[in-house]
């Protein structure tokens, strides 16, 4: 069983940090708090917000890069392509081919989800 230390995070994505922030916003709001303290509480909890947010757009731009890695790692695999002719012998090589154009098309799909989620900005 593998416990978590007490200043490990749950791993938030963008929409969770926004429903996280407004569930204790809605507890700190029916807590029977002093106006300072609660003034406080509702600026960290803000900052809070907004270093989970850059945490999860820098995520969110390391998995663009590293799907363009892997495309640029799958385009040098396909070079072989160069090399076939319509008559091979194994044409298993055509079939592991196709599969390496999946691949790329799919972490082409994923590096465009993490483009969009920076778009989007910041929840």
Not at 35 to 44: A, P, T
Not at 58 to 82: D, F, G, H, P, V
Request: proline letters at 2%; aromatic letters at 4%.
């Amino acid at each position: 069983m593998q416990t978590r230390a007490p200043h490990d995070f749950v791993d938030l994505d963008d929409e969770g940090v926004g429903r996280l922030t407004q569930r204790i916003e809605h507890i700190l709001d029916g807590a029977s708090l002093d106006c300072v303290c609660r003034e406080r509480l509702h600026d960290v909890l803000r900052r809070f917000a907004e270093f989970e947010t850059t945490r999860v757009q820098r995520r969110a731009l390391a998995n663009a890069c590293n799907q363009r890695q892997r495309i640029t790692s799958l385009l040098k695999l396909m070079e072989e392509l160069e090399d076939l002719n319509v008559n091979e012998a194994d044409t298993s090589v055509f079939t592991e081919l196709a599969y390496l154009f999946d691949d790329v098309a799919n972490s082409a799909h994923l590096g465009a989800i993490a483009m969009r989620k920076l778009a989007a900005g910041p929840i």
